[in-house]
């Protein structure tokens, strides 16, 4: 088994990943929030 060092892994296609996921998440939740909203004002 080879020796594991922590901090060697280049990981910065998963932190990108991530942060699209976190920015992809972040606009949904504010799409579906302003959404509710207006249809909340319309009186659906």
Excluded: C, N, P, Y
Excluded at 24 to 42: H, K, P, Y
Aim: proline content about 0%; overall charge negative; charged content about 20%.
């Amino acid at each position: 088994m080879s020796d594991h060092k922590h901090g060697e892994m280049d990981i910065k296609v998963q932190e990108q990943t991530f942060d699209g996921f976190i920015k992809f998440m972040t606009r949904s939740t504010i799409v579906i929030i302003v959404a509710l909203v207006v249809i909340a004002i319309l009186g659906g």
